[in-house]
T-cell receptor, first 116, second 114 residues
Framework: AQKITQTQPGMFVQEKEAVTLDCTYDTSDQSYGLFWYKQPSSGEMIFLIYQGSYDEQNATEGRYSLNFQKARKSANLVISASQLGDSAMYFC?????????????FGAGTRLFVKA | NAGVTQTPKFQVLKTGQSMTLQCAQDMNHEYMSWYRQDPGMGLRLIHYSVGAGITDQGEVPNGYNVSRSTTEDFPLRLLSAAPSQTSVYFCASNRDRDVTGELFFGEGSRLTVL
């Protein structure tokens, strides 16, 4: 079963505008972590933001914020004031416990295009 | 300031050949993992390790073997390569033994199986 769902294969946003990238997840764990990563065309994976399942406040990191709605199991990434350099693939990920360890699983990603 | 180092960066194999993708980290992270990335499918977890001598399967373990003899190294072995294993492979490590802490990624290894 798909545990991380990103329903937007591609998104367009005008430069300087805000954009929301959707992510829903499925877990029966009470303790889990939610992450967003950026992958530019050069291919490297860049960590953007983290939200813990017990965190009451939405996480923010500069222009990135995570809209965490626990009851709906959603963890949407909001990018404010988009820049051309934000054009990239964005992956939502969840870290949860698994048979004595921890594993991080990813969604299929959303490709963001920022228009000048 | 090496972080996570993967070798080789590019490799072409013929069907049935074997090879090992190397991964080393110098951050003393206990947790290491291997992912494959295919178009439209995000990153899928192959195997992971929570410490030396301990490994476990991820989402797509078939066709791959791993071992963890030291904290620093986590090689991924393809015993008999198949075209379906053509992909970009990422090694990643994590400093925390809980659900917090981001993954630190290598630069990726692009593997083509003919």
């Amino acid at each position: 079963a798909q545990k991380i769902t990103q329903t937007q294969p591609g998104m367009f946003v005008q430069e300087k505008e805000a954009v929301t990238l959707d992510c829903t997840y499925d877990t029966s764990d009470q303790s889990y972590g939610l992450f967003w990563y950026k992958q530019p065309s050069s291919g490297e994976m860049i960590f953007l933001i983290y939200q813990g399942s017990y965190d009451e406040q939405n996480a923010t990191e500069g222009r990135y914020s995570l809209n965490f709605q626990k009851a709906r199991k959603s963890a949407n990434l909001v990018i404010s004031a988009s820049q051309l350099g934000d054009s990239a693939m964005y992956f939502c990920a969840m870290r949860e416990t698994h048979t004595g360890g921890f594993k991080t699983i990813f969604g299929a990603g959303t490709r963001l295009f920022v228009k000048a | 300031n090496a972080g996570v180092t993967q070798t080789p960066k590019f490799q072409v194999l013929k069907t049935g050949q074997s090879m090992t993708l190397q991964c080393a980290q110098d951050m003393n992270h206990e947790y290491m993992s291997w992912y494959r990335q295919d178009p439209g499918m995000g990153l899928r977890l192959i195997h992971y390790s929570v410490g030396a001598g301990i490994t476990d399967q991820g989402e797509v373990p078939n066709g791959y073997n791993v071992s963890r003899s030291t904290t620093e190294d986590f090689p991924l072995r393809l015993l008999s390569a198949a075209p379906s294993q053509t992909s970009v492979y990422f090694c990643a490590s994590n400093r925390d033994r809980d659900v917090t802490g981001e993954l630190f990624f290598g630069e990726g290894s692009r593997l083509t199986v003919l």
